[in-house]
């Protein structure tokens, strides 16, 4: 994968939706556009995308108590991109496992 796609996101909610219609979600570069989304996966999978969801999130303030203290720390921000390809087409995600 280029360095715009950073990973598929397998999740429950994600496969049951792929298995209904032909939409997957990927974690991408904050920095990029739907148009760049939409080359990416294109010319990674070798499919044709219909449209691209994108979504922002912002990182989450984490705490947890230990033995000596409570440790307090921050994830990271991410973006999330809802990719709908045309009727027909599949990506196999599991195929590199």
């Known amino acids: 994968m280029n360095s715009i796609i950073i990973k598929p996101i397998i999740t429950e909610k994600m496969t049951a939706e792929s298995e209904k219609l032909p939409r997957y979600g990927f974690k991408v ?27 922002n999130y912002s990182g989450k303030s984490r705490s947890r108590s230990t033995k ?22 599949s990506i196999d995600l599991y195929s590199s496992i």
Do not use: Y
């Open 29 to 55: 570069d904050r920095r990029a556009n739907k148009v760049e989304i939409k080359k990416a996966v294109q010319s990674a999978f070798n499919v044709e995308v219909l449209k691209v969801r994108t979504m």
């Open 68 to 89: 000596s203290s409570i440790t307090k720390g921050k994830s990271s921000a991410f973006k999330k991109a809802i990719v709908t390809l045309r009727e027909g087409e």
